[in-house]
């Protein structure tokens, strides 16, 4: 399977501590997004990746929430500090080419259970 | 502010019957792209179909076709020949054209179960 891939699948922490995700998108896509789906909620943007810069920054992404993708391959996405409020599926997607329009292809999602 | 509304939380429809999903949406650009996304139960969401806002041509992929009334700003599924496959959260969701921003606007989403 050469989608894109998610680790960990499931994660349960508790409220200060530190939590860190990893998104393997599809070989070759420059674009990488980050969303978050809360229960009975559809995605929301967080942040986008064109290679290894960071373009767009949803107001969504607090101070406690950091994002990378080093050398334009993986991404990991940081929150430090969990509240319970950041209890949520994190999905990551990613796309190839220079349109809006390209297909953004999602990934398993990560579920962060903040306790 | 860009938002998308599917006013239908719940659907459910018979094995090869039809079944319409209802979006509108609203937003003061002009140039922008539909889409329609599916989401398995614990599985990954996929791309069903989309539709460039400056066509008047409805987009058609197989048993999947919308109905575009840009006017209207609304932008509904129409799945014939329902499959138990076709169980599924359905997303409506847009893009803006031009304005160097890449996210996705997403619906609150309609669950759909196709009754055997």
């Known amino acids: 399977d050469t989608g894109v891939s998610q680790d960990p699948r499931h994660k349960i922490t508790k409220r200060g501590q530190n939590v860190t995700f990893r998104c393997d998108p599809i070989?070759?896509?420059?674009?990488l997004y980050w969303y978050r789906q809360t229960l009975g909620q559809g995605p929301e943007f967080l942040t986008y990746?064109?290679?290894?810069?960071?373009?767009?920054k949803s107001r969504l992404l607090s101070d406690r929430f950091s994002a990378e993708r080093p050398k334009g391959s993986f991404s990991t996405l940081e929150i430090q500090r969990t509240e319970q409020g950041d209890s949520a599926m994190y999905l990551c997607a990613s796309s190839f080419g220079s349109g809006v329009t390209d297909t953004q292809y999602f990934g398993p999602g990560t579920r962060l259970t903040v306790l | 502010a860009q938002t998308v509304t599917q006013s239908q939380p719940e659907m459910s429809v018979q094995e090869a019957e039809t079944v319409t999903l209802s979006c509108t949406y609203d937003t003061s650009e002009n140039n922008y792209y539909l889409f329609w996304y599916k989401q398995p139960p614990s599985r990954q969401m996929i791309l069903v179909i989309r539709?460039?806002?400056?066509?008047?041509q409805n987009a058609t992929e197989n048993r999947f076709s919308v109905n575009f009334q840009k006017a209207a700003k609304s932008f509904s599924l129409k799945i014939s020949d329902s499959q138990l496959g076709d169980t599924a959260m359905y997303f409506c969701?847009?893009?803006?054209?031009?304005?160097?921003?890449?996210?996705?606007?997403f619906g609150k989403g309609t669950k759909l179960s196709v009754i055997p």
């Open positions: 070989s070759e896509h420059n674009r």
């Open positions: 539709q460039e806002a400056y066509k008047q």
């Open positions: 969701a847009f893009i803006i054209s031009g304005a160097g921003s890449y996210q996705l606007t």
């Open positions: 990746f064109q290679n290894e810069a960071q373009l767009e």
